[in-house]
Nanobody, 130 residues
Framework: QVQLVESGGGLVQPGGSLRLSCAVSGATLEDYSFGWFRQAPGKEREVISCITSGKYSGEVTPYYMGDVKDRFTVSRDNANNAVYLDMTSLKPEDTADYYC???????????????????WGQGTRVTVSS
């Protein structure tokens, strides 16, 4: 059974940085792409990023949505069964619960389609406030 556990959230001042982690168990990491998502209070969940598995190409590719592209970086460490989201230049509007999930395709094909993801973690809360 694939399980994902997010961690690393917390309170940070505007302009600050955080690293979120997604610990994966019950799966061989390279078999999956992974998505990061967030859900702000009173809003729908939105996809932030997807990172490909790299299983056959040997290279991983990150994809981003919205205005996070120049501030957030997704990465993966297959040896340590973890996926990361490094967030910089945080803004109050980044305040949300952040989630990771496994993608339907290793290539992140259709990565913006949230229902295609599985094995959701419980989320970690990020609050950006002074």
């Amino acid at each position: 059974q694939v399980q994902l556990v997010e961690s690393g959230g917390g309170l940070v001042q505007p302009g600050g940085s955080l690293r979120l982690s997604c610990a994966v168990s019950g799966a061989t990491l390279e078999d999956y792409s992974f998505g990061w998502f967030r859900q702000a209070p009173g809003k729908e969940r939105e996809v932030i990023s997807c990172i490909t598995s790299g299983k056959y190409s040997g290279e991983v590719t990150p994809y981003y949505m919205g205005d996070v592209k120049d501030r957030f970086t997704v990465s993966r460490d297959n040896a340590n069964n973890a996926v990361y989201l490094d967030m910089t230049s945080l803004k109050p509007e980044d305040t949300a619960d952040y989630y990771c999930a496994t993608g339907q395709y290793r290539s992140c094909s259709g990565f913006a389609y949230i229902p295609s993801y599985s094995n959701w973690g419980q989320g970690t809360r990020v609050t950006v406030s002074s």
